[in-house]
């Protein structure tokens, strides 16, 4: 028995993130469930595909990760299942939900789900609730040992993946240079592409004041001098701070505080940050 890992973009206002574990307890009572979120914001394929790498990484080999958010239901879009580098499987729409795990973790293999097989019997003519009647139905299958990957349905090339456009991080003599992927929905801390490894090219070190600006586009959203810091605890309450994230990235945030909310900034490509060391005035 392997553990079941759901996310969606479902919320748990109403009964759809309880009619996926109905079903994959009806495969088998004895499964253990766990959440990894159900607060994707909606149809956000992008951040559905950072929540899987924030997570991945710490869930054993053979865990079932099932990815619901899928603004194409319904459509020509494949289901599928993937195999990770390390061994774990994803069960999710090829929608662009396996970016970051394609690029960062590997995946080996993609076996396209075989609805005549593995679709929930007698879920009718309905083609809007695949979360219930193929991926949580699948991944409590494979999760239970009903059926092994080969049992998923046919092989697919690893390269016939659709994956989102990615904008790489790079150094521009001193000055690294990346996008805000997503933020730390909660605290509001914006999180960058950045890794530690390349920011500590610049020459910054724990400490040290850094220039920074953000810009959607090509509008200046925010520029001003803040402190690289090895935790919160480094800077005053309401104080700006960059810092290395729990993904060894460069994060940015205010000290018990939002900074999205206090500067209005979002996520994706359009959102590019630059960060160097400060030379003074």
Not at 36 to 54: C, G, K, M, N, V
Not at 65 to 87: E, L, N, Q, Y
Not at 191 to 198: A, D, Q, S, V, Y
Not at 229 to 258: H, M, P, T
Request: aromatic share 12%; glycine share 8%; net charge negative.
């Amino acid at each position: 028995m392997k553990p079941l890992v759901f996310q969606t973009d479902f919320g748990l206002v109403d009964g759809a993130v309880s009619a996926m574990y109905g079903v994959a307890y009806c495969v088998n009572p004895e499964l253990k469930i766990h959440d990894l979120t159900h607060d994707i914001t909606p149809y956000h394929i992008w951040e559905a595909s950072y929540r899987l790498i924030q997570t991945i990484a710490y869930w054993p080999e053979e865990t079932v990760f099932v990815s619901v958010v899928d603004p194409g239901v319904g459509t020509s879009r494949r289901s599928v299942v993937a195999k990770t580098k390390s061994g774990k499987y994803i069960v999710t729409p090829d929608n662009g939900t396996l970016t970051h795990v394609l690029r960062l973790e590997g995946i080996v293999e993609v076996r396209e789900i075989d609805e005549q097989v593995n679709r929930l019997p007698r879920s009718g003519e309905s083609y809007t609730f695949y979360g219930r009647d193929v991926y949580a139905y699948t991944g409590a299958r494979l999760a239970s040992g009903m059926i092994d990957f080969v049992g998923v349905g046919p092989e697919l090339p690893v390269s016939s993946l659709v994956s989102l456009p990615v904008v790489e991080p790079y150094l521009d003599g001193e000055t690294a240079c990346g996008t805000i992927d997503v933020l730390d929905v909660r605290f509001g801390s914006l999180w960058t592409n950045i890794p530690r490894k390349l920011f500590l090219e610049t020459g910054i070190r724990y400490g040290d004041r850094v220039s920074i600006t953000i810009e959607n586009d090509t509008r200046t959203v925010y520029r001003n001098i803040i402190l690289f810091a090895k935790s919160f605890a480094d800077v005053y309450v309401g104080e700006a701070l960059a810092y290395v994230n729990s993904l060894d990235c460069v994060a940015v945030a205010i000290n018990q505080g939002s900074f999205a909310r206090a500067y209005n900034i979002g996520t994706g490509n359009s959102w590019r940050i630059w960060i160097a060391p400060f030379r003074g005035f």
